[in-house]
């Protein structure tokens, strides 16, 4: 049985029970982070010593970073699906999802903390206005590459969607104010028909 230790609502756990769920593989779930804490306990320092989530744990092996994850759960799990045997396929997706982390995920991360968890009171209005620049920015790039495709991942749904619907996921549901970008719009519809992205994804933002 794999354990799966991280908060629920954190962007980076969801990639990973979202993937799980999408190959119906059974997992445990163990909330650590946010309002539960331990990150910081020996413990869970010697599993992942960034002491971050999400952290997988199959029997002595333990892994961390969420893309990582992600990468190993579809080639145990899905190599029929998920895991494009082709390497310039694979490798297509694998760059978007290093985009993700590496491009998205620190304007997404100064949006959550500058936004989501500060007081309207004691939010910085230049912070927020550059931080969702730069996110809209980005996105504008997603949007281009949806406008010839109907995933980020290619012709098919993919581990690169996976890495990067549970962000979007916060920019379209936080109410604030966003360029049109029709091709994400269309895209994201399409993922909230699939059942394990409204279980996993679609769920309350703190
Ligand atoms: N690059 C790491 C980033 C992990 C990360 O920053 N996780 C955040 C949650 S999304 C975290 O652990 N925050 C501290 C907390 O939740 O208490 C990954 O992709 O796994």
Redesign the pocket.
């Known amino acids: 049985m794999l354990t799966i230790w ?2 629920k609502n ?4 969801k990639k990973v029970l979202w993937c799980l769920e999408e190959l119906n593989v059974p997992y445990q779930q163990i909330d650590v ?2 309002k539960f804490g331990k ?1 910081n306990e020996p413990a869970y320092l010697r599993m992942n010593p960034n002491a ?3 952290c997988l744990q199959e029997g002595d092996f333990i892994l ?4 990582a994850i992600v990468r190993y759960i579809a080639a145990k799990f899905g190599k029929d699906s998920l895991y494009p045997a082709d390497l310039q396929e694979r490798a297509s997706i694998e760059k978007w999802m290093d985009w993700v ?1 590496c491009n998205l ?1 620190p304007p997404i ?1 100064q949006f959550m903390i500058s936004f989501i968890r500060t007081p309207e009171e004691q939010r910085d209005p230049k912070i927020i206005s550059q931080t969702l620049a730069e996110i809209a920015q980005l996105l504008k790039i997603v949007d281009n590459t949806l406008s010839s495709q109907p995933y980020l991942s290619g012709a098919k749904f993919g581990m690169a969607d996976i890495a990067l619907a549970p962000l979007v996921y916060l920019w379209l549901n936080t109410g604030i104010t966003r360029p049109s970008l029709p091709n994400l719009a269309r895209w994201y519809q399409c993922l909230t028909e699939r059942p394990a992205f409204k279980k996993i994804v679609m769920i309350e933002i703190s």
Not at 64 to 67: I, R
């Open positions: 991280g908060r954190s962007s980076n756990v982070g946010g990150l971050v989530i999400p961390w970073e969420s893309n982390g995920f991360k």
